[in-house]
């Protein structure tokens, strides 16, 4: 079984920043992508930032500039620096991660909040 563990979530004022972390445990030989989407009250899950093994990066248009994500392969664990926040980032983050045969895992979610 694969454990996902998220951390970092909270409330902050517009402008401010946050850091997710997502801490991954469990038996596996190996993670292929991992990655953040969000999702507000009415609104369908949607991605954030993802990452390979290697490193290639992908954002929505929204977080671009503002949203970094990396990731520790020696710790399992993947970050999410949040930088500029706005009431628009306001929702509940899941870490998600892909594991070989195209396995997906999720965890609980973290509630961002931000006040104007």
């Known amino acids: 079984q694969v454990r996902l563990v998220e951390s970092g979530g909270g409330l902050v004022q517009a402008g401010g920043s946050l850091r997710l972390s997502c801490a991954t445990s469990?038996?596996?030989?190996?993670?292929?992508?991992m990655g953040w989407y969000r999702q507000a009250p009415g609104n369908q899950r949607e991605l954030v930032a993802s990452?390979?093994?290697?490193?290639?990066?992908i954002y929505a248009d929204s977080v671009k500039g503002r949203f970094t994500i990396s990731r520790d392969n020696a710790k399992n664990t993947v970050y999410l620096q949040m930088n500029s926040l706005t009431p628009e980032d306001t929702a509940v983050y899941y870490c998600?991660?892909?594991?070989?045969?195209?396995?997906?895992?999720w965890g609980q979610g973290t509630q961002v909040t931000v006040s104007s």
């Open positions: 998600q991660v892909v594991i070989p045969g195209a396995i997906v895992y």
């Open positions: 469990g038996r596996f030989s190996s993670i292929n992508s």
């Open positions: 990452i390979t093994t290697i490193g290639t990066t």
